[in-house]
């Protein structure tokens, strides 16, 4: 019979190019087939990890590269390790997502970065010049204050519900002001470029969408995209859903905050993680790699939509690039991005970012007791 | 409108709007949420999120109750599935129930009122807590990814509360009747086969029922950690089919969970008078 | 006496299906949790003995809260649940046309799967496009949208409002059936001694619904303490942590965290509670009913 | 004041009419007592009168003033069910105290009606315990009870006595007579049982299939019923029937033949009679052993001994019915041995083809003066 | 056969011993009646015989079989329940074959068993009828059809008639009586009611607390009760009971002083019984207008008046209790207004002071044979 990988995938149904790369990998490989299933995001991860705890591992699941080093130090992972040239491929800094332990554990499939959308009409309507963006944090707040006190309508969109994105939008900002959370096996979060991250939050909170705990992102973005707030941060997919609209936009790198070296925006990628206790973990690796070399993947990324941005230059992004131009900002933040702080228990340290963050925009706590209190927490979550 | 004859049941004209006023309270706020969804199964995806709101929708239409089967297209097998689950469940916890309750509502033993509390004590466990210890059992019985991988912790969380619902039915059934057939030799079983089962119909009706809907609404957290497999999704598994990746198709999974409801909901209407006399009656009407 | 004895082997006999299903479906299951929570079981393939650290571990200020924030979120819950189950009860209670087809309209929150009818409150809830804050805004109440979810305050009062939506349905047909079986002759004898509507209501009603409302209470209470779906999905159980509960606590901690063993003591604690309420259940059911047969 | 007049009450279920135009007075004072088998419509009248059913047709009058849409309470009346109706989660303190309460009366003044119509009642002692823990006796009572306190012109009652066991039910009978003489109120009782009924009523109202098919006092109803109906209903055992014809009329009434044997009932004819089909009743009690005005011999193939009296029942030829008659208690009969019985005229009820009575030649009065009075009882 | 003995049987609940060695001897053919007052253990009793309670100690022996340990089918017995218990879902014809069934009987024999018993009880139009759709009597029917068809050695009723209204009851107790010389099994009948006891019985078994008080013909609990508890439970209104001295004794009987009123009372004297105070017993029918051997005046309060029977009822002096007489239809008697009445001491019953009864002069077979013979009835 067929040697067989199963592969937990997150979404409602196979892409049909993925599905096309794995006939083509099984008429390659005789005698092995690949067996998706399809799982809903919300549930997706929970799924692979659980049937990992339970001792029946699948032999590949689509994970969030930030559990990568949770799976690693359990030893429910085997390392993928990237040849030089493999590394090389990629966009600088990705590789780092899913490396640990001078290791690599994951074959990036999917990645995702953020920039600033602004209402033209609104920056119009507010007396701002609707073709200049802000360019740095005070810029930025200042717009928004400018545009709530103008036009009644809210400046900015801060999402601040309790959810995962919580922690990446806050994770942008740290990352436009040279911030880190992690450094090694340190704890470096209580830093005044993080505090200034925090500040930057308090203050422009009273000019963004009211209740900023309600939402998170894709509910702002369903603000932005009904024209009722000035600016977001938010995906290349944004950008799709916005051509649908009459609105006026524009998109720009992420504003800067003032200890900032470059452009710069959290990295986020998704992962193939490979199981290990399955027997078939070598076959997997080689599809893995297979999957996400730059043929399939370059087809899969550029569909445009899903919200991705490429991992890898090639001509063919250059090209991209150039016929749409807002890609530009999406992929020059890559630079000085930086990725999602790894941790032991990553939800525990989550949680604690986001109590964080929603203190602050709460106004329940200062920025800097509530950043104090949140790296003492986290130290336990490494 | 026909004056009823009991003269206690001849309202005011204040009184009637006083309860038709109670009653619109009422259902408004259990049917509120449903309108909101009904409007939204109505509204375009666009225009979902467009503000201010609009409470009636701009060039609504049902168009999302056709795309749903295109966008889904296994939504009938999810629903074939619950209807096919919630039965076996149903018919499994009917069968199990039934002599148990008859065991607590007629015999006296040792250790009864510890076993009932037992049952009891089954509810307060959350099937999400014990999730990973049934994973491995379910593993080791072999049941996951298929049909059974969701019935069977179904059933056993189902169990506890239809027994204290018969239990209760049946102690209402004179115990003379079982005297009477035991006086005629019949033996117990007998007796619980002839007697006791046709007369407790109307109480085996109401459990039925309420595990039924029970099993409907529970399916989900088990259909996804046991199973794997689409063929045996159940309705509301299938429903989370209409998340994509980065938007949810918010009117299709509203007009689909109505269209997913709509069998249970028909089920209801023609059961409801059983539900409430069930519950009440018991005693056996000579 | 062998009558008697061949009576209570029959009663086993009868039982021995359900218990043993239950015992090998839950109970097992449930030993091993009770186990596990004195383990630091993990997502490692390793588990130690840890005998009480989980559980002192759990004990701290913010766990405090959780329990505080827990009985509060619960007894909220299920008393509007009854005060809204007794009321509309009442209402299809009345002999008025049409009551057969309102009774049919309470059920849907009750048949709807659950995460179909929390979505729908999370509309409702929605600031920018849902109804309450839409209509509110209409007839001029508040003049910017309210996020309902967005405040600690409103949005433990936004879950309680849903969790009661869900089990409201079935605390009503409860509350029916207990009315229904008051005996009409109790009415008519107050009515003759010109008791009103609403005295009736107070002094007969009332009082005789009772046992009722008290095993509905309960059977609700330990259904609310665990309700899990409601918080996770319009919350997960923020904002800065102020609707999460014990259940949602033990989730996070046990499948967010992968920290099964804390997460398996946290069950434990709450079975132990619950366990503790229906003692004292059961204890103040027999006085209460006790002499009161007709 | 209570008195109570309806006028061609009429009550319809649907199209099924279960009062056929109830026509009666009830002065002050009396204890009317409606009798009939079941299903006759007692109950429905009674709930009429109280205000808990709807009247389809004709008038309630109490005092002069039509009630048919006051509620109950506005009527002056009260009522005690036959499953007495108890709340079963007040003390009997507070249940006959429920009246009052309504009123919003005074505590102190509360207290003292409660109380007093506990010793009445002879429930002094039971105050604070709940209906659960009383016989069934006591339960009735406080039924009465909460009746009493409300101080009603008219007491209805739904067969109070039916749930009681036979010992139980004589004494309440008493206590209820008692109480009527010493409260003077109007008292209006349902019952099925002719012997509550005739030991309580200063009139008895005869209801079949939902009219009335005599109304007297119970010695009247007695001793010359109207028709067949109530021959057959008061009386137990039940009035013995016998085909006759009649074979001539006179002054001194008319002339039977019953099986070659010829007497003259006492009674009063009316044109037409000769000839035709009549049936001859007579009671149990007045069958004696030996000979009489008329004879005939009977086989009883059951005997009844009561101690006091001894029952016989019996077979005629031709007929279907038992032939019973009541003896003495030390009476020489044994089953299955033939008897010589006879009856005299005097005893002896006549009715016509339809049913309906000869008037009997019977002096009322010289048997209970109160029928010469009925209200002064 | 259906022979049964109860030796010492005993039943606990608890520490409550509701029957206290009860001592029984049931011949075959007879019909026994248990009485006594609510709560006394006749229902526990039948049950412990039919083999649905457990007995606590003591052997129940049906036929020389020591039955303690067999289930209800292998005694023999058949039991029918004062609720009836009919299978509501069942049609009368299904009710009556339910034991055929049980035992499996091929459908051809057990029709014809069904259907002949359905003819002995009247049932044969009701087959397919429901139980919910008869009426009281006929179900009562259908639960006797459902205890004959299985030919028991021994029929147990408990209390089948109480659900029924009088007439009916009346009608049930002949057809009964005549069931049970038609099938000449041995019945077993608990009743609290006196008269069906007395009506149908071959011996009464009276019980008092758990204990028999008497056992015996009704008759002869009637003319001879054993004790005063007897006394008053037979007999319907019950024996008025009256203080006396024992003034002295000889061979005629006991002298007794009634306030001042001196008597002998024909009964067979117990040592020591002179200067004791007594209880003298009568019956209210006993009682006559005018003179006795011991006379009195009485003041009525109630008068009932039943047509054929009069039933007075006053208080004495000192007395709490009501003194009752029954007197004939027509007797002149009225409320309030004194009464001279008497009582002949042969129709006297003597209790000493602990409430034993001293033997009457009383020749029981005068009154009827069947006391010589009582299974011959
Ligand atoms: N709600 C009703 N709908 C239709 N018919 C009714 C209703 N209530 C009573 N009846 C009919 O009216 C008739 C009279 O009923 P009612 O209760 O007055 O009888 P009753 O004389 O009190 O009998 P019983 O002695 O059995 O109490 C019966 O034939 C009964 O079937
Ligand atoms: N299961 C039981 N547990 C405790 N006591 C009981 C039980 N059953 C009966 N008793 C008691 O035993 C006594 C006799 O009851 P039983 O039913 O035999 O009386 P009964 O003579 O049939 O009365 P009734 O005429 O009211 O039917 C009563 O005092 C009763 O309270
Ligand atoms: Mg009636
Ligand atoms: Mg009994």
């Known amino acids: 019979a067929d040697k067989e990988i199963s592969w937990i995938y997150c979404g409602d149904k196979i892409d049909p190019i993925h599905e096309k790369y794995i006939k083509e990998w099984e008429g390659k490989n005789p005698g092995w087939k690949v067996t998706p299933e399809v799982v809903g995001w919300e549930q997706c991860q929970d799924k692979a990890t659980t049937l990992a705890a339970a001792g029946t591992p ?62 033209k009409d609104i920056f119009k309507q507010a007396g701002l010049d609707p073709e200049n963006p802000p360019k740095t944090w005070a810029e930025e707040i ?105 609105i006026n936009w524009g998109v720009a790198p992420l504003p800067l905050g003032p200890s900032a070296k470059g452009e710069g925006t959290l990295l986020i990628t998704d992962s193939l993680a490979v199981f290990k206790g399955t027997g078939v973990e070598d076959k997997a690796i080689e599809f893995a790699k297979f999957i996400t070399s730059p043929g399939p993947q370059g087809e899969y990324e550029l569909q445009g939509g899903a919200g991705l941005t490429p991992l890898r230059p090639s001509p063919k992004v250059d090209e991209f690039v150039k016929a749409d131009p807002s890609w530009k900002p999406f992929i020059d933040g890559i630079t000085f991005g930086g990725p999602e702080p790894l941790f032991t228990d990553y939800k525990g340290f989550q949680n604690s970012m986001i109590e964080m963050v929603q203190s602050v925009v709460t106004g329940k706590a200062e920025p800097a007791d509530a950043l104090k209190k949140a790296a003492g927490e986290i130290e336990a979550f490494k | 409108m026909k004056q009823p004859h009991l003269l206690i049941h001849r309202y005011k004209w204040y009184e009637i709007i006083g309860i038709y006023a109670g009653i619109l309270v009422f259902l408004t706020f259990v049917l509120a949420p449903f309108v909101e969804g009904f409007l939204v199964s109505l509204k375009p995806l666009s225009q979902l999120f467009s503000s201010p709101y609009r409470f009636i929708p701009e060039n609504g239409s049902f168009e999302a109750y056709r795309t749903m089967w295109v966008s889904v297209p296994g939504f009938a097998r999810y629903i074939f599935n619950s209807f096919f689950i919630s039965t076996i469940v149903t018919a499994v916890v009917l069968v199990l129930v039934i002599p148990a309750s008859y065991a607590f509502a007629r015999f006296e033993f040792k250790g009864a009122g510890l076993l009932l509390g037992a049952f009891l004590a089954v509810n307060m466990f959350s099937g999400a807590v014990l999730l990973i210890p049934l994973f491995r059992l379910m593993r080791t019985l072999g049941l996951l990814n298929t049909y059974f991988a969701i019935m069977v912790p179904g059933v056993a969380f189902l169990i506890p509360s239809a027994i204290w619902l018969l239990r209760t039915y049946m102690m209402r059934i ?67 089919a209409y998340f994509g990746r980065q938007e949810v198709v918010w009117n299709e999974l509203m007009a689909a969970s109505f269209v997913g409801i709509a ?7 023609f059961l409801q008078r059983y539900l409430v006399s069930g519950l009440t009656a018991g005693a056996v009407k000579q | 006496m062998s009558v008697q004895r061949n009576a209570v082997i029959f009663a086993w006999i009868l039982l021995l299906p359900a218990v043993l299903y239950v015992a090998v479906i839950v109970a097992y299951p449930l030993v091993d949790t009770f186990i596990l929570s004195f383990t630091d079981a993990s997502l490692k393939k390793t588990t130690n003995w840890v005998g009480w650290v989980n559980y002192s571990k759990i004990f701290n200020a913010t766990f405090a809260e959780v329990i505080i924030r827990t009985f509060i979120w619960t007894f909220f819950s299920v008393s509007i649940k009854m005060i809204i189950g007794v009321f509309g009860a009442t209402m299809l209670n009345s002999a008025v046309p049409g009551r057969a087809l309102f009774r049919v309209l309470t059920m849907p929150p009750w048949i709807v799967p659950m995460a179909i009818g929390i979505f729908m409150w999370g509309w409702m809830y929605n600031g920018q496009f849902g109804m309450i804050s839409g209509m509110l805004q209409r007839f001029g109440l508040v003049d910017a949208p309210v996020a309902f979810l967005a405040q600690g305050s409103t949005a433990f009062w936004a879950t309680i409002i849903t969790d009661v939506w869900i089990g409201v349905p079935l605390v009503t047909l409860y509350m029916l059936a207990a009315m229904q079986a008051i005996p009409q002759d109790l009415y008519e004898a107050a009515w003759t001694d010109g008791a009103g509507r609403f005295y009736r209501f107070r002094r007969i009603t009332l009082p005789l619904i009772v046992p009722s409302m008290i095993t509905m209470s309960m059977l609700s209470l330990i259904a609310t303490f665990n309700s899990f779906d409601i918080i996770w999905i319009l919350t997960r159980g923020g904002p800065s942590g102020e609707t999460t509960t014990m259940i949602i606590d033990t989730y996070k901690t046990a499948i967010g965290s992968n920290k099964y063993g804390e997460g398996a003591a946290r069950a434990v604690l709450i079975c132990i509670f619950l366990s503790i309420f229906c003692v004292c259940y059961f204890r103040v059911t027999s006085r209460l009913t006790s002499g009161d047969k007709r | 004041m209570g008195q109570l007049l309806l006028n061609k009450v009429q009550k319809f279920y649907g199209d099924f009419e279960v009062l056929k135009g109830v026509q009666l007075e009830v002065r002050n004072g009396e204890f009317v007592v409606f009798v009939g088998p079941s299903g006759c419509g007692k109950s429905t009248l009674l709930r009429m009168i109280a205000g808990l059913d709807a009247t389809s047709g004709g008038d309630i009058v109490i005092d002069g003033l039509r009630v048919n849409d006051l509620p109950p309470v506005k009527r002056g009346i009260a009522m005690v069910f036959q499953s007495y109706a108890l709340y079963p989660h007040m003390s009997v303190f507070e249940n006959i105290a429920f009246p009052l309460r309504v009123e919003k009366m005074e505590e102190q003044k509360l207290k003292a009606k409660v109380e007093h119509a506990a010793r009445i009642l002879h429930l002094d002692q039971r105050l604070q315990q709940k209906p659960g823990m009383l016989s069934g006796g006591q339960r009735q009572r406080v039924a009465i009870g909460r009746a009493i306190v409300r101080e009603p012109k008219i007491f209805l009652f739904d067969e109070p006595l039916s749930n009681l066991d036979a010992a139980l039910r004589a004494d309440m009978r008493i206590e209820l007579a008692k109480l009527h003489r010493q409260l003077k109120a109007t008292m209006i009782y349902v019952t099925h049982d002719q012997i509550e009924a005739m030991t309580m009523a200063d009139r008895i109202v005869v209801l079949n299939a939902g009219e009335i098919a005599q109304t007297g006092a119970p010695l009247e109803l007695y001793h010359k019923p109207a028709n067949i109906f109530v021959a057959a209903f008061i009386g137990n055992p039940k009035m013995n029937f016998l ?11 008319i002339e039977i033949d019953y099986k070659g044997q010829k007497a003259v009932i006492p009674v009063t004819p009316r044109g037409g009679a000769i000839g035709k089909q009549l049936t001859l009743g007579v009671r149990p009690e007045h069958i004696q052993i030996g000979s009489g005005d008329i004879a005939f011999t009977v086989t009883p193939s059951v005997i009844e001994r009561l101690g006091a009296q001894t029952v016989a029942y019996a077979s005629l030829d031709g007929e279907s ?28 009820h006549l009715f016509d083809e339809v049913g309906i009575a000869f008037e009997r030649h019977v002096e009322l009065t010289s048997i209970d003066m109160n029928l010469l009075n009925p209200t002064a009882a």
């Open chain 1, 58 to 119: 699948v032999g590949m699941a689509y994970v969030g590269s930030r559990t990568l080093k949770e799976f690693a130090q359990n030893d429910l992972i085997v390392p993928v390790p990237m040849t030089d040239d493999e590394k090389k491929s990629y966009y600088p800094n990705i590789v780092d997502t899913v490396t640990f332990d001078n290791n690599q554990w994951g074959v990036p499939v999917a990645f995702s970065t953020k920039a600033l959308y602004w209402n």
């Open chain 1, 142 to 246: 200042a717009a928004a204050k400018q545009i709530k006190e103008k036009t009644g309508i809210a400046g900015y969109g801060l999402p601040a519900k309790t959810f995962d994105n919580t922690m990446h939008q806050f994770m942008h900002w740290v990352y436009t002001n040279n911030g880190k959370v992690i450094d090694g096996d340190k704890i470096v979060m209580d830093s005044p470029e993080v505090l200034a991250a925090l500040q930057a939050y308090k203050d422009i909170t009273p000019y963004s969408v009211e209740g900023a705990t309600a939402y998170e992102q894709n509910e702002i973005r369903a603000i932005f995209l009904d024209g009722k707030v000035g600016m977001i941060q938010a995906g290349s997919g944004a950008a799709a859903r916005l051509k649908d609209t009459k």
């Open chain 2, 174 to 240: 004179p115990r003379e009747l079982d005297e009477a057939a035991f006086v005629d030799g019949a033996s117990h079983f007998y007796t619980l086969r002839r007697v006791i089962l046709p007369i407790a119909m109307p109480g085996i009706m109401v459990v039925a029922i309420t595990t039924f809907i029970g099993s409907y609404a529970q399916q989900f957290i088990f259909a996804l950690t046991f199973n794997s497999k689409t063929e045996f999704a159940p309705l509301p598994v299938g429903l989370f």
């Open chain 2, 263 to 269: 069998p249970a909901m028909i089920v209801i209407f």
């Open chain 4, 243 to 253: 085909p006759v014809t009649c074979t001539g009329v006179s002054d001194a009434g």
């Open chain 4, 321 to 348: 019915e038992n032939f019973c008659a009541t003896l003495h208690g030390r009476a020489a009969v044994h089953p299955d041995q033939p008897l010589a019985t006879g009856i005299n005229v005097a005893d002896c």
